[in-house]
Structures are given as structure tokens and as C-alpha cells.
């Protein structure tokens, strides 16, 4: 069977959700392969967590002559793996970087590029994707014609299965060239932690809009995320009320979210805002006006003050926690 290879993403070691998700991906179409580009002393670690999502084989590519100098060495690298092991298809994270790298790898194996999909399966001439396009209104099946298909994948695409592999660690020496060390990361300054997770990977989101009607009443959104471990989104009316940073915006001009869950409350869903979340697998939302057109596209929809419905939605699901 043909080798499938994930890129993986991490920080420091630690795997994020959407690897596993491009395994579960990847196992459709050959056995899976996972890249690890980062220390050398975190590659048993990661091998072990990657196996149980079905890794076969975990390429270790050590970065300590890469690290520092943004997405063009990792792009340099994967090529040089590529080249040796021949790969039935590459999936990469649909992240801002994962887009740069595939973008760079594409051109460098001069083979076709599909990003964003939302689905992969196996076709007869090679992987078929799906996208959602146009604030999803529409899906587009796609199949790369020339070359190794290099695909990115949203988050959420898939429920993660878990599989054993083998995991087998491989170390691969990547050599770089000094153009791909032509820009350099200076400094770096994790985030502040919220311990929520990630928007872009949550399972599940919870927003919140205009109806929330202040900076601190997005306590009532926090608090029934908390409950839920969701991620926190907004709207722009929310964002732009200086209520949430603009990290947090759901839709065309902020980010694009596809989680199992997403409840959207006290936001009209207006056409920018179901951009960033009309793909989400199941749509609830609370809005005290019955007629809102975010009801129009919703699986279950509660019409109600959020003030009242959402402490009481936590009472019943901390209750159910015991
Ligand atoms: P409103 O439309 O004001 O809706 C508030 C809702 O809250 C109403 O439905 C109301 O019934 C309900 N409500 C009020 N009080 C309560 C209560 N106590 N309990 C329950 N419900 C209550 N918007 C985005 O979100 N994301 C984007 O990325 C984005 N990009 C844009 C890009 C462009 C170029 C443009 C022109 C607009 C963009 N917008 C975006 C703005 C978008 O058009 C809407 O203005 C915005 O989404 C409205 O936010 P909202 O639903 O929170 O507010």
C-alpha cells in the first residue's frame, strides 16, 4: 500500500487535534505516515501519540538547523522526504502555515494543490476532496490531475479514529538552502493562555453577538463555553463594540470555524457571519427575536433572553456532570 504523509502539527512536541484528523484522512487512501519536523528529543514522544491514531511510520526530521526561520525550510524538507519515499498523496493542516508550506511544496514538485477541503476520500485516480465554498453555499468535489496531491485540511473535517500503528521511527536529514533561510523569526511570545481551546479546533463553540449587550455580560458566553470546555467566538457587533479582541471573530473578515457544535447567541446571522460558521456540523442558536435569520439555518434554535437561558443551560449540564 502506498505511503500517505501528514505533516504533523505541534507546538513543542505537543500534538494538536488536526494531525490526528489527517491520519484518520490518510489511512482512507494508503497507510499513514507522520512528518515530524522538531527536536529530535521530542520524536519518541510524539511517534507514540501519532501510532495510536494509526501512524505506520514517523519521519523525525530533526529542526534544530531549520527552526527560526519560518515555513521555507520545513517546505525544502518535506520535498526531500517526498522525493524518497514517493507518497500516494501529502496532507497538511489548513493553518496559515500549513497553506504556505503546501503552497511552497506544490511548486517545488511542480504537483497540483487543493486547499481547505472539508472531506478527503479515495477515488479511482486518487484522492477526491470536498470544499465549502461561498460562505458554503456551495461544495466543490476536487481531484489534483498532475503530480503528488497535496491537500490541506480544514479542522473538524473528520472525528479521529483511533488505531494502532506501527509508529515506527525513521530520522530523515533534511538538508536547507541558504534562500530558504532568507527571513528569520526574531522573537517569540506565547499567547496568554486561556485554557479554552483553540477556535479554530474546538469540538465545540460558543459565540456571542450584539444581544449580549456588554463587555461584561460575555461572562454569561464564558461561563456556558466553561461548561461545555468550548472554544469563546463573537461576532464583528461584539468585536467591534471592543466587547472581545478581534482574535475572536467568527466569519468573513475573521476566522472560519467548522466545529461538531456551534451556538450562536444573541447574533442575527447575517450572511458575513454564517461564512466563518455555516459548516458547522450542528447549528443551535438563542435569540430573543423568533424571526432572526440565524434560525433559518439552525438544527435547534431557542427563542429566549440568553440571560436567562444560559445560566440555566449551565445548572442543567453542571448538574449532569454530578
Ligand atoms: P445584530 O445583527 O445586531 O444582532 C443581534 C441579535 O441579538 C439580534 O438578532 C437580537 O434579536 C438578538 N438579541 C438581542 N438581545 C438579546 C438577548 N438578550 N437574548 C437573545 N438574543 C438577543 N460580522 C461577523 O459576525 N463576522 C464577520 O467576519 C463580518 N465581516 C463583515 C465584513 C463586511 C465586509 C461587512 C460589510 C460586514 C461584516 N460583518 C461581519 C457584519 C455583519 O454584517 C453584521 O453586522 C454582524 O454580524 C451583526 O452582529 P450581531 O449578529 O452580533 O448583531
Excluded at 39 to 51: G, P, Y
Excluded at 98 to 124: C, F, N, P, W, Y
Amino acid at each position: 500500500m502506498s505511503e500517505v504523509l501528514v505533516l504533523v502539527d505541534h507546538a513543542d512536541g505537543d500534538v494538536k487535534k488536526p494531525t490526528y484528523e489527517l491520519l484518520t484522512l490518510a489511512a482512507r487512501l494508503g497507510e499513514p505516515s507522520a512528518v515530524f519536523i522538531g527536536a529530535a528529543a521530542q520524536s519518541a514522544d510524539v511517534a507514540a501519540k501519532v501510532a495510536a491514531y494509526g501512524a505506520a511510520k514517523v519521519y523525525a526530521i530533526d529542526d534544530s538547523g531549520l527552526k527560526g526561520y519560518l515555513v521555507a525550510p520545513k517546505a525544502e524538507a518535506l520535498q526531500q522526504l517526498a522525493a524518497q519515499c514517493s507518497p500516494a498523496a501529502i496532507l497538511v493542516p489548513s493553518s496559515a502555515e500549513g497553506k504556505e508550506i503546501a503552497g511552497r511544496l506544490a511548486i517545488k514538485m511542480d504537483s497540483g494543490l487543493i486547499t481547505d477541503a472539508v472531506d478527503v476520500v479515495a477515488g479511482d485516480d486518487g484522492p477526491v476532496t470536498t470544499q465549502s465554498v461561498f460562505a458554503g453555499n456551495y461544495k466543490v468535489t476536487a481531484q489534483v490531475t498532475q503530480g503528488t496531491p497535496i491537500i490541506t485540511v480544514k479542522p473538524n473535517a473528520v472525528t479521529p479514529e483511533q488505531v494502532e500503528g506501527a509508529g515506527t521511527v525513521e530520522e530523515f536529514a533534511a538538508t536547507v538552502s541558504e534562500v530558504a533561510k532568507g527571513a528569520q523569526i526574531v522573537a517569540t511570545e506565547p499567547r496568554k493562555a486561556s485554557g479554552r481551546p483553540d477556535l479554530t479546533e474546538a469540538a465545540i463553540v460558543v459565540s456571542g453577538g450584539r444581544g449580549v449587550g456588554s463587555k461584561e455580560n460575555f461572562s454569561v458566553i464564558e461561563t456556558f463555553a466553561d461548561s461545555l470546555g468550548a472554544a469563546v467566538g463573537a461576532s464583528r457587533a461584539a468585536v467591534d463594540s471592543g466587547w472581545m479582541p478581534h482574535s475572536y471573530q467568527v466569519g468573513q473578515t475573521g476566522k472560519t470555524v467548522s466545529p461538531q457544535l456551534y451556538v450562536a447567541n444573541g447574533i442575527s446571522g447575517a450572511i458575513q457571519h454564517r461564512a466563518g460558521m455555516q459548516t458547522s456540523k450542528t447549528i443551535v442558536a438563542v435569540n430573543k427575536d423568533d424571526e432572526a435569520p440565524i434560525f433559518e439555518l439552525v438544527d435547534f434554535g431557542v427563542v429566549g433572553d440568553l440571560h436567562t437561558v444560559l445560566p440555566a443551560a449551565v445548572a442543567k449540564i453542571n448538574a449532569r456532570k454530578g
